[in-house]
Antibody, heavy 117, light 109 residues
Framework: QVQLQESGPGLVKPSQTLSLTCTVS??????????WSWIRQPPGKGLEWIGY???????YYNPSLKSRVTISVDTSKNQFSLKLSSVTAADTAVYYC?????????WGQGTLVTVSS | QSALTQPASVSGSPGQSITISCTGT?????????VSWYQQHPGKAPKLMIY???KRPSGVSNRFSGSKSGNTASLTISGLQAEDEADYYC?????????FGGGTKLTVL
């Protein structure tokens, strides 16, 4: 069974870059079985898809965030990462990583990132 | 890319059935049989309940079922139980992207 775990700073200052890493266990990112995705949920609000990456490096981003988002993969560490630049308070959310192949099968527990000075 | 439309809330009594709708467009729900549904309890990560419109993952109760007609997908929960009280989100593939619904809060009376 695939397991995912998010890690990274819980507090980011406005205008800086949010950086998170998702570590995958119980399966290999390089297997090609899934795309690897980031999803976020502002406090009290709904889910928002951020983007996903294939092990080959192909990426797909939410058009509304595309100018600020970079998702990368490190197959040697079985990890993938999210960078979101120029953050504001509106980027405060629980960030989830998940596996995707037409649906989000496995999810991490989520990590709260607060944007505040 | 606009969010799929779901009712903000639905409610039902134990034992009853409820249906949650999810309306999209011909660019997402209407074009692909790739709608999925997620259950989320407070403070927890979402859980996949239905995929490819009507399929249930292993371990999900057969009280949960999904369907689609045109640009609208639906999730039906039969024999409501107290543990079904949660937020429910639909999601659709939209050609190189993915879009979620705004979520529906299910209250079991």
């Amino acid at each position: 069974q695939v397991q995912l775990q998010e890690s990274g700073p819980g507090l980011v200052k406005p205008s800086q870059t949010l950086s998170l890493t998702c570590t995958v266990s119980g399966g290999s990112i390089s297997s090609g079985d899934y795309y690897w995705s980031w999803i976020r949920q502002p406090p009290g609000k709904g889910l928002e898809w951020i983007g996903y990456i294939y092990y080959s490096g192909s990426t797909y981003y939410n058009p509304s965030l595309k100018s600020r988002v970079t998702i990368s993969v490190d197959t040697s560490k079985n990890q993938f990462s999210l960078k979101l630049s120029s953050v504001t308070a509106a980027d405060t959310a629980v960030y989830y990583c998940a596996s995707y192949i037409w649906q989000f099968d496995y999810w991490g527990q989520g990590t709260l990132v607060t944007v505040s000075s | 890319q606009s969010a799929l439309t779901q009712p903000a809330s639905v409610s039902g009594s134990p034992g009853q059935s409820i249906t949650i709708s999810c309306t999209g467009t011909s660019s997402d729900v209407g074009s692909y049989n790739l709608v999925s549904w997620y259950q989320q309890h407070p403070g927890k990560a979402p859980k996949l309940m239905i995929y490819e419109g009507s399929k249930r993952p292993s371990g999900v109760s057969n009280r949960f079922s999904g369907s689609k007609s045109g640009n609208t997908a639906s999730l039906t929960i039969s024999g409501l139980q107290a543990e079904d009280e949660a937020d429910y989100y639909c999601c659709s593939y939209a050609g190189s992207s993915t879009v979620f619904g705004g979520g529906t809060k299910l209250t079991v009376l």
